[in-house]
T-cell receptor, first 114, second 114 residues
Framework: DAMVIQNPRYQVTQFGKPVTLSCSQTLNHNVMYWYQQKSSQAPKLLFHYYDKDFNNEADTPDNFQSRRPNTSFCFLDIRSPGLGDAAMYLC?????????????FGPGTRLLVL | GNSVTQMEGPVTLSEEAFLTINCTYTATGYPSLFWYVQYPGEGLQLLLKATKADDKGSNKGFEATYRKETTSFHLEKGSVQVSDSAVYFCALSDGSSNTGKLIFGQGTTLQVKP
C-alpha cells in the first residue's frame, strides 16, 4: 500500500546533540510537510517542500533544518535540541499545494530530549 | 489571521450515543475544511473533508457540513463506538497562501465508554 513512513518511531537524544528524523513516501507526491506537535496541542507547521523548493514558516526556529534529496525522502534536522523540542514530529505529503488537496500523515516520530 | 476553534474536551459518551463536536473557523477567501482523527500514539488520519460551501463530507458514519453562513464545520455521528475514542482535529486550508498549509484547532478528545 502507498504510504508515508517515518523512522524511527521513537528517538531519544541528549540536550544539544544533533538529531535527524526521516520521512519517506511511496505516494509520489510533490509536497512534503513537517509538523511539530507538542503534548495535547495541535500540530504546527514547521516547513514544507514543493518539489525541491523549500518553504520555511516565519516562526520556525533556526535550529530546525530540512533536506529533501529526492521525491521520496525528506529529513528533519535539529541542530542543537533543547528540552523544549521534545514533541511528536509528523511528516505529511500531498499531491499539490492547492487548498483542496488532502494531506496524508505518517505515524510520527516521538522525540525525547534528555 | 486564519484560525479554527473547537469545543473543549474531553467529551465522554456512552456507546451508541449521538456525537457532536463543534468547529468554527475564521478565514479569508474560501477555505477547504477537514476533520482528522488521531488515535493514541499515532499520526493523523483524514476522516472527511469539504471543499466548498454546503458540501457534506462523510466517512465511517461521521458527517460534517460546510456552513459558510455560520463559518462552521461541526462533526456528527449518530451512534458512537468504543473504537471511536480518539482526538479529533478540525482544520482548514486557505487557498490564499498557495501552500496547502493546514491550520488546526486545538483538538477534542472523545472517550466512549461501553
Amino acid at each position: 500500500d502507498a504510504m508515508v513512513i517515518q523512522n524511527p518511531r521513537y528517538q531519544v537524544t541528549q540536550f544539544g546533540k544533533p538529531v535527524t528524523l526521516s520521512c519517506s513516501q511511496t505516494l509520489n507526491h510533490n509536497v512534503m510537510y513537517w509538523y511539530q506537535q507538542k503534548s495535547s496541542q495541535a500540530p504546527k507547521l514547521l516547513f514544507h517542500y514543493y518539489d525541491k523548493d523549500f518553504n520555511n514558516e516565519a516562526d520556525t526556529p533556526d535550529n530546525f533544518q530540512s533536506r529533501r534529496p529526492n521525491t521520496s525522502f525528506c529529513f528533519l534536522d535539529i541542530r542543537s535540541p533543547g528540552l523544549g523540542d521534545a514533541a511528536m514530529y509528523l511528516c505529511a505529503t500531498s499531491r499539490g499545494a492547492a487548498y483542496q488537496e488532502t494531506q496524508y500523515f505518517g505515524p510520527g516520530t516521538r522525540l525525547l530530549v534528555l | 489571521g486564519n484560525s479554527v476553534t473547537q469545543m473543549e474536551g474531553p467529551v465522554t459518551l456512552s456507546e451508541e450515543a449521538f456525537l457532536t463536536i463543534n468547529c468554527t473557523y475564521t478565514a479569508t477567501g474560501y477555505p477547504s475544511l477537514f476533520w482528522y482523527v488521531q488515535y493514541p500514539g499515532e499520526g493523523l488520519q483524514l476522516l472527511l473533508k469539504a471543499t466548498k460551501a454546503d458540501d457534506k463530507g462523510s466517512n465511517k458514519g461521521f458527517e460534517a457540513t460546510y456552513r459558510k453562513e455560520t463559518t462552521s464545520f461541526h462533526l456528527e455521528k449518530g451512534s458512537v463506538q468504543v473504537s471511536d475514542s480518539a482526538v479529533y482535529f478540525c482544520a482548514l486550508s486557505d487557498g490564499s497562501s498557495n501552500t496547502g498549509k493546514l491550520i488546526f484547532g486545538q483538538g477534542t478528545t472523545l472517550q466512549v465508554k461501553p
